[in-house]
């Protein structure tokens, strides 16, 4: 049996942590250690990150997904859902509207909807590039090599494609028509290409132990991603995990925390999902490690349709309504809201001065 103690030394002193390390962490519910380890990972964002939170508008660009992942809405057996697909013009003049309200990243993300070829993803990228002074982020799914290559050299900043779960058994259970392999592959694609990279997890998902929880961190350690998304598990009754149990702020809280302490230079946002199930889960993310929030600029007739899970929040909220909401809510965190990009801390921080 480890000692926690043992493990908390070792945060202290920022040294690498074990599966096992983890694994008995994860497993305590002893709130004093709990506290001790939330200090320390708000401690390593304010020296790293500091205090100014990064915004990232989200524009959810198309709901189409030739996917079945088993806990997502957008799943293609989803028969009740009403699918949407913005026009490349729209998708620039949304682009272009985040970017008036002084947010400086875009986030592009859809289902894997084969109508946005590589080509036309390029075309977009290329329209806002030359149109606004904006980083693009990419969230649309596992594509090959040459297609990450592509959209890259089109201009796209960084990418995110979570892992998802680090347990190759229980990945490969929830994606019938995907490896854990292949999405390994995807991921030291999108580095190779010279993406800034973002992976993450989710939290609570049904068969997912304390061991498995462990694994992701261990993930994350080894890869040192630009970016980490970790959101509890919410269950969708439109999905065969429909009458599973939720993941917990808690655990997720907890694996937030973690995430900065093995990885204390990354961008950790602090999640709609979090926030979706609790009403101040995204201000308790901040306060655990997280630096960056993103707001939801889809436009409103088709954010209702953007359900991946139920419940999410914000949905009533008009994209300019959700920026102000947020932006207040970060100052009353005692916090400042960034002026800049937010690249990743590797290209902002030269290590040769
Ligand atoms: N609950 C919480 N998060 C979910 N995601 C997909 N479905 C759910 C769900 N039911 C997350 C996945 C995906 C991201 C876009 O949303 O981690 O990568
Ligand atoms: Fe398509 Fe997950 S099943 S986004």
Redesign the pocket.
């Known amino acids: 049996m480890i000692g926690v103690s043992c493990v908390i030394e070792k945060i202290h002193a920022s040294q690498p942590l074990t599966h096992e390390e983890v694994t008995a962490l994860l497993s305590t519910n002893d709130t004093a250690v709990w506290n001790t380890v939330y200090a320390c990972a708000d401690l390593f964002r304010k020296k790293y990150m500091g205090d100014a939170v990064h915004l990232r508008g989200l524009l959810e660009f198309s709901n189409y997904c030739i996917r079945e992942?088993a806990?997502?809405?957008l799943r293609s057996h989803n028969i009740n859902q009403v699918r949407y697909r913005m026009k490349p013009e729209e998708i620039i003049d949304q682009a272009i509207r985040i970017n008036t309200y002084g947010i400086k990243t875009v986030v592009m993300?859809s289902g894997e909807d084969p109508f946005f070829t590589t080509e036309i993803l390029c075309d977009i990228v290329r329209e806002i590039k030359s149109k606004a002074d904006t980083a693009i982020t990419l969230?649309v799914g596992e594509k090959t090599f040459e297609e990450y290559a592509a959209l890259r050299t089109a201009g796209a900043d960084r990418y995110l494609l979570?892992h998802?779960t680090a347990s190759p058994e229980l990945y490969n259970k929830l994606h019938p028509d995907s490896r854990f392999e292949d999405r390994i592959r995807c991921i030291e694609n999108l580095f190779k290409t010279g993406f800034q990279v973002g992976i993450g997890s989710?939290v609570g998902l049904p068969g997912q132990d304390e061991t498995d929880l462990a694994k992701d961190i261990l993930l994350l350690q080894k890869y040192q991603p630009d970016m980490i998304g970790i959101?509890?598990?919410?269950?969708?009754p439109e999905?065969p995990l429909g009458n599973d149990k939720s993941g917990t702020i808690e655990m997720t809280l907890r694996m937030v925390a973690l995430a900065r302490i093995v990885c204390p230079k990354a961008h950790i946002p602090a999640t709609t999902?979090t926030g979706s199930i609790d009403p101040l889960g995204r201000e308790k993310a901040l306060r655990v490690g997280a630096n960056v929030v993103m707001p939801n600029f889809t436009p409103q007739h088709y954010k209702i349709h953007y359900t991946?899970?139920p419940n999410k929040r914000c949905l009533d909220e008009e994209g300019s309504k959700c920026n102000g909401c947020i932006r207040a809510m970060i100052h009353s965190e005692g916090r400042t809201v960034s002026t800049d990009y937010g690249h990743a801390y590797r290209l902002t921080h030269n290590q040769n001065g």
């Open positions: 992942c806990y997502c809405g993300q969230s979570r998802e989710m959101g509890p598990f919410i269950a969708n999905t999902a991946i899970y």
